[in-house]
């Protein structure tokens, strides 16, 4: 029985039928989105915009525009279903896996997209006010809308938001996203769509960039952390570093060209302050008598031994604290304690040992590891030093790092560091953008300093660190305030503080054997998967190529799903030797997006279903042999390892 308002008692003039549309709306939308629905919950219930029936029926409504208060009309006067339909007309429910809708209204549009899409796309809503959104829920039942979780409200221009939400997406996104814009909407908010739609395009910079690295690195992280397992299991973890220095401040150096306007500052603070350096600027550091107390490390490229081989031979006190996907070569070159960070990777390789080592958010640089890790160490502020992001002053690098080093043998009167430097920019002028800087000037960066921009004001959204650009120069940081460095140590390194990492035990060698032992039933588990693969592959081409064949296909399917089962019970190492063909697993995803967009059904869907298995199969099947290959590589040059610290012991 429905509850309806008594006109005689005014205090129930908002009690509304229980088959509402609002009701239903809120009630999923709690669930979906709570500080959404927490904030249209507390709008004035007095205050609603006005509806009007248009000639076919349906609702429209006539919203301000600007500062003249002229209204609007969102939708048709005669036809707003259809004129929805002509609006997403355009998309290919097979080619488009997501949308971005600018604008809501009474979210005609937004239902029909919903219905052409496929039965997976995501859509993404910008729709600044909420009196609209709630005038629509109250016009128009959404629940089965919002209650898919596919369809997400932006509703404040706030970029972090944007970031942090999109971010779960970007495979998704990287696969064909369309966009609506809903004319008189934009006409209403010209501004917030303006903004948003230019943070979707520096999202969409920063998303490409992302799933680039990983499929151009992912074999090559994986067969890095294989070949540093060692290294791994011999290392501590960093868990004895959890905030060590609470609330105290840290100074992140990176090698940015500003960085040489304020470095001769940074003796001052080492006594007060826990500085951290990225790898490029350890050498030149401690050359000007400056030892930091961390290093921080994660690259690929052997050519980061630059930056480690010119070390003092003696030992130093600063802790290098590095991925395991870093080039092993750093680690023998290190003159001081190593930690490494946890790794999901290397602790299933290990997973018998149980190490179970603290790791640390995945960062694209060096810089962004060391933020990290400040957090993790509980410094509280975090200063950045010569974290440019961009090319100040015609600059690529501070001088004095490495990279002269490397351009050394082409100098002369005639090729000088700043020309290098200068070329080095020119040659990158396809991908070059024009951003603010700390001081609101434009200035130039490229795509792949852009993207790292974009992490760093995503990760500065969610500390709850205060973050202190003292990097006078380069790009304008969204949630760090810039500030001199020489202020930012008067302000927060006042008191001296003493950093005491002593108490890092150094490698245990010891672990050798189990570490061996560990790789030996990798290997055993991928060979097991490489005999599935190879016998399940036939099996697949056979019920793609006799389809029509019910009677046949069945029987390759019983036998496949046997097979299944028995991969099942390797889905640990599945997931090891996965990561050494990243591209095929994108691809599998891309296609079941594609088939789910496609509404085909019946033996059209089920070719392509096969199709997709086949492919990936053969892929799982050559990762597999690889995988085994490396793990050979791996445990000859450890049982080398063992031999000899073996021999060293018995001739003690």
Request: hydrophobic letters at 40%; charged letters at 30%.
């Amino acid at each position: 029985m429905s509850t309806v308002a008594d006109a005689s008692d005014p205090s129930t003039r908002f009690i509304l039928p229980e088959e509402a549309p609002y009701l239903r709306n809120m009630a999923v939308l709690w669930a979906a989105e709570p500080g959404l629905a927490a904030r249209i919950e507390v709008l004035d219930p007095d205050m609603t915009y006005p509806v009007q029936p248009s000639k076919s029926g349906p609702p429209t409504v006539a919203v301000p525009a600007g500062a003249s208060g002229r209204s609007v009309f969102l939708h048709s006067r005669y036809e707003p279903v259809e004129e929805a339909r002509r609006l997403v007309a355009d998309l290919d429910p097979e080619k488009h896996v997501a949308c971005y809708v600018h604008g809501f209204g009474l979210g005609y549009h937004v239902e029909a997209a919903f219905e052409r899409l496929g039965d997976e796309a995501l859509i993404f809503v910008f729709e600044p006010d909420l009196l609209l959104l709630r005038t629509a829920f109250e016009q128009r039942d959404y629940s089965r809308l919002i209650d898919s979780r596919r369809l997400t409200f932006f509703t404040e221009p706030d970029k972090a938001d944007l970031l942090t939400r999109l971010t779960p997406h970007t495979a998704a996104l990287s696969l064909g996203v369309a966009t609506v814009v809903h004319p008189p909407s934009e006409q209403v908010a010209p501004e917030f769509h303006r903004q948003m739609r230019q943070w979707l395009e520096e999202f969409g910079s920063f998303g490409r960039t992302s799933l680039n690295t990983l499929l151009l690195n992912g074999s090559r992280t994986a067969e890095n952390i294989a070949r540093n397992v060692g290294w791994y299991a011999a290392s501590p973890s960093i868990s004895r570093l959890k905030d060590r220095f609470k609330s105290k401040p840290a100074v992140i150096v990176s090698a940015g060209p500003s960085l040489r306007k304020n470095k001769h500052l940074l003796k001052d603070a080492a006594d007060r302050s826990v500085i951290i350096a990225v790898q490029t600027t350890l050498q030149p550091l401690l050359e000007m008598g400056v030892e930091p107390h961390f290093v921080t490390s994660l690259d690929y490229h052997d050519i980061c031994t630059r930056f480690f081989e010119n070390l003092p031979r003696r030992d130093i006190r600063t802790e290098l604290v590095a991925e395991p996907k870093a080039t092993s070569s750093i680690f023998a070159l290190n003159p001081g304690p190593l930690s490494l960070i946890g790794s999901d990777y290397a602790e299933e390789l290990l997973r018998d040992m149980r190490l179970n080592k603290s790791g640390l958010t995945s960062g694209a640089t060096v810089a962004h590891l060391a933020f990290y890790l400040a957090e993790h160490l509980g410094c509280d502020p975090v200063i950045f030093v010569g974290q440019d992001l961009g090319f100040s002053d015609g600059l690529c690098y501070a001088p004095g790092t490495s990279y002269e080093d490397v351009w050394r043998p082409e100098l002369s009167r005639f090729c000088t560091v700043e020309m290098k430097q200068w070329d080095q920019i020119v040659r990158e002028r396809f991908i070059l953008r024009r951003i603010p800087d700390h001081q609101g000037r434009p200035m130039y960066t490229e795509e792949r300093l852009f993207t790292y921009l974009q992490q760093f004001e995503r990760d500065f959204a969610k500390s709850g660190r205060t973050i202190i650009d003292a990097t006078e120069g380069g790009a304008a940081k969204r949630g760090a305030s810039p500030m001199p460095l020489a202020e930012a140590m008067a302000r927060y390194c006042r008191e001296p503080i003493r950093v005491d990492i002593s108490d890092h035990p150094g490698p245990d060698w010891s672990r050798l054997g189990p570490v061996i032992e560990c790789l030996k039933r990798r290997k055993d588990e991928a060979g097991r998967i490489e005999r599935i693969s190879r016998e399940t592959l036939p099996l697949l081409e056979e019920v793609r190529d006799h389809v029509q064949d019910q009677k046949r296909v069945n029987r390759a399917i019983a036998r496949i799903d046997a097979l299944r089962a028995e991969m099942n019970e390797f889905g640990s190492a599945y997931d090891l030797v996965a990561q050494l063909t990243q591209r095929s697993q994108l691809d599998r995803f891309e296609a079941d997006r594609r088939i789910a967009g496609s509404k085909v059904d019946g033996v059209q869907r089920q070719r392509r279903q096969v199709a997709r298995d086949v492919a990936n199969v053969r892929s799982m099947m050559e990762a597999a042999g690889r995988f085994q290959q490396l793990m050979d590589e791996v445990i000859g040059e450890l049982e080398r390892v063992e031999d000899t610290r073996q021999d060293a012991k018995s001739t003690r």
